[in-house]
């Protein structure tokens, strides 16, 4: 039998960890002359946490992308749960109803309210009644601290608020897996706490995440691995504790001592 842990938080979540979920084999990407991701290969188990970091420009949002095909790639092969990404129509849709997305800017429907927005794809998507999607969905707004603002518009939050608003629509499609592309960075510094505790809790209950983030101290609270991407390339992958106390590579110690200085 293989563990498993059930969180209630994260409604209906079974992750059987140690399985391999997401795997990436020799996948490359180009943008004209420019290679952006060159020759990756990757695992994520379930139930990990990954937090992909590095400098501006060295691939990490463009992996994260291409794991649910935001972005495509020239060649090589990313599977979740054993199944190759699909190129497109019914298969590219229930992939991404399958994987989780939380974007650097929101990404939430401005003509919706709060509610509406974590709605949306239980109802249509998932085949869910109005009431039942209204139960769950203010269930996971109680559970990142937004349910009082169920009615607003998302204009009427603060950028905190909407990227809470945004993992509760992410976590209400029950995924097997969450992207999170630099979800604090267009943050104000005092609301950047408040969507990482999300996130800590989250990690804390068994969901697999990839986070992609400038967030040091995020990476070392919540991450099982750390993988370092420098020009299209991992150039490092292993443990926050070794890889924050003992970095082997230029490019790393580098990277550290400019970012841990601010």
């Known amino acids: 039998m293989e563990p498993t842990e059930t969180s209630p938080a994260t409604s209906n979540i079974t992750v059987r960890r140690g399985e391999p979920l997401v795997v990436i084999t020799d996948v490359n990407k180009h943008y004209g002359d420019l290679h952006v991701l060159k020759n990756i290969n990757a695992t994520v188990n379930r139930g990990e ?14 992996l994260c992308r291409a794991i649910n095909r935001l972005e495509t790639i020239d060649d090589g092969s990313i599977t979740i749960d054993g199944k190759e990404l699909p190129a497109e129509g019914k298969a590219l849709a229930q992939l991404r109803a399958d994987v989780g997305m939380v974007f650097q800017a929101f ?12 709605t949306l794809g239980p109802i249509k998507v ?21 349910a009082n603002q169920a009615k607003k518009m998302p204009s009427q939050l603060s950028g905190g608020q909407q990227q809470r608003v945004a993992i509760a629509r ?37 969901m697999t995440m990839i986070v992609v983030t400038h967030e040091m101290g995020f990476a070392r609270r919540a991450a099982d691995r750390v993988i370092f991407m420098a020009e299209g390339d991992i150039v490092e992958e292993t443990t926050p504790e070794k890889f924050f106390t003992n970095p082997q ?6 990277f550290l001592s400019k970012i841990l200085a601010h």
């Open 126 to 146: 998932r085949g869910m009644s109005k009431a039942d999607a209204e139960k769950k969905a203010m269930a996971l707004l109680e559970r990142v601290g937004v």
């Open 107 to 118: 990404n939430l429907f401005a003509h919706k309210t709060v509610l509406e927005n974590v």
């Open 49 to 62: 946490v990954v937090v992909v970091i590095g400098p501006s420009g060295s691939g990490k949002s463009t």
């Open 170 to 206: 992410a976590l209400a499609m029950d995924p097997k897996l969450i992207l999170l592309d630099e979800p604090t960075s267009a943050l104000d510094p005092e609301m950047i706490n408040e969507v990482l505790e999300v996130m800590v809790d989250l990690a804390n209950e068994g």
């Open 249 to 254: 590579s230029t490019r790393a110690k580098d």
